[in-house]
């Protein structure tokens, strides 16, 4: 006989997991499945965040930051350091460590919470019946489970240039990125993006000559433009050659190289080889699998699985969430969904607005945002004021020894309610959290400007721009 569940959620990345979870908590019979195997066969939940994304770049980022540090400001501290030497096989391993920790870390939540995990790949096996939709797992699980209510998780899956498939050789996903055994010469990254520049950042640290080539004219197009400037003139200095408006032509894969054909912004021919060539031009909804025909399931044309603004589908008691469905790509997107999902499922009013969801890329300096930048205000004809704080003037910046960057507000010109910030520089990924809680509370920039800010600290940078928005900056 079929072993049932109310709930039954299909992935286990950062909103399958965190969805399983919550609706256990919330008194549901709950089962998750998923198929990722570690290298020793066995169950590694986490999905793409956990395995080969979020987690162990971060970790690498951390790694080769502290070996850029070492090499080059630790001096400056009165710190010298003599044979510096790189061991990447420890930082790998380090790296590979960490997500383990993850990995189970998720499998002893799902026990504390009464969440029967399975391992495999579930599909759906018919129609649903009165007990609900029968489901079948793969190997290792082996089983056929039932559920009331279902919830896809599937994430997705790295985009390859046509003709230029991933071998994670020598041409690499954010996966072969991951876990590059030695240190190229000359890397290739197609796409300046959040992975191509992160990963880009990495090797460069390490050693590698980074050429970025970008297909569109601009560069982070999504970001506040005065921020993505000052990010192409902060990276170019460190080393990064960052190409726009290049047209990829041609890839071609040697023995030990790859060579890439393309056209420069002034449309002119060009010819580099590379070590290794890393692919980073966005990521397609994984669906493949989930014998989404058996039920019709429906798809959108870019292959999403089809929801309403409450992750429904068309099928009664089937949800999806994350990666999936519409809206960014992030993990913590895909959290607030599951959590939301699994309120409603329980007849709650879950929560989850699109317009303060933070966004963060993990280079160094770092950039984050929440809210509408300041080219989307004047395209949508909003009356808006603007302020600006340099770290260069923060006191904790300056003993941190990093003064790049900056923080900027965007605040309504009438009401003075906050429509945007955005920050480049040290820490920028805990900076922001402040400005989330602000905008989603409707306050004012003069709300931050009147907030009590610990000095010395970064955050101070935080309350000046929100007082430069009536030029009444008290450090610059």
Not at 134 to 158: D, M, R
Not at 454 to 461: D, F, I, K, Q, R
Request: aromatic share 6%; charged share 20%; glycine share 10%.
């Amino acid at each position: 006989m079929s072993k049932q569940f109310d709930v039954v959620v299909i992935g286990a990345g950062p909103g399958g997991y965190i969805a399983a979870i919550r609706a256990a908590q919330l008194g549901f019979s709950v089962a998750c499945v998923d198929a990722w195997v570690n290298e020793k066969g066995g169950p590694a939940p986490g999905g793409t965040c956990t395995n080969v994304g979020c987690i162990p770049s971060k970790a690498l980022l951390q790694s080769s930051e502290h070996y850029e540090h070492a090499g080059h400001a630790f001096k400056d501290h009165g710190i010298d350091v003599a044979g510096l030497s790189l061991n990447l096989p420890q930082m790998l391993k380090r790296k590979d460590t960490v997500v383990k920790q993850n990995n189970d870390g998720i499998l002893f939540l799902f026990k504390k919470n009464k969440v029967t995990f399975f391992h495999g790949r579930a599909a759906f096996a018919g129609a649903a019946t009165a007990e609900g939709y029968p489901l079948t797992v793969s190997a290792p699980a082996n089983e056929t489970i039932v559920g009331k209510q279902v919830i896809i998780a599937t994430g997705s899956n790295a985009r390859a240039l046509p003709g230029a498939d991933f071998d994670e050789k020598l041409i690499l996903s954010n996966e072969g990125a991951l876990a590059i055994g030695d240190v190229p010469a000359k890397l290739g990254v197609i796409g300046a993006g959040v992975i191509g520049l992160e990963m880009g950042s990495v090797w460069r640290r390490l050693g590698s000559e980074v050429t970025v080539l970008e297909g569109l004219p601009t560069f982070l197009g999504a970001v506040d433009e005065q921020i993505a400037k000052e990010a192409n003139k902060l990276f170019t200095k460190q080393g990064l050659s960052i190409n726009l408006g290049c047209k990829i032509n041609k890839v071609t894969k040697g023995d030990s190289n790859v060579t890439v054909e393309y056209d420069n912004a002034k449309g002119e021919a060009n010819t580099a080889v590379f070590d290794k060539l890393i692919v980073s031009i966005g990521r397609t909804p994984n669906t493949n699998g989930l014998a989404a025909d058996k039920v019709g399931l429906a798809l959108d044309e870019r292959g999403f699985v089809a929801v309403d603004d409450d992750c429904k589908t068309n099928l009664p008691g089937v949800w999806a969430i994350g990666d999936v469905v519409r809206g960014p790509m992030l993990a913590h997107k895909a959290e607030e969904e599951g959590v939301a999902v699994a309120e409603r499922i329980a007849g709650q009013h879950g929560h989850t607005n699109f317009a303060t969801i933070p966004w963060v890329i993990y280079t160094s300096p770092e950039i984050a945002w929440v809210g509408r930048t300041e080219q989307q205000l004047k395209a949508d004809g909003v009356a808006y004021k603007a302020g600006t704080f340099p770290f260069l003037a923060n006191g904790r910046a300056r003993a941190l020894g990093d003064t790049s960057g900056m923080v900027k507000f965007l605040a309504d010109a009438t009401t003075d309610e906050i429509l945007g910030v955005h920050i480049i520089g040290p820490m920028a990924s805990e900076l922001i959290s402040e400005a989330v809680v602000a905008m989603e509370f409707k306050a004012s920039a003069e709300d931050i400007a009147r907030i009590c800010h610990a000095h010395p600290s970064l955050s101070e940078a935080t309350k000046e721009a929100a007082l430069a928005i009536d030029k009444r900056t008290l450090n610059f």
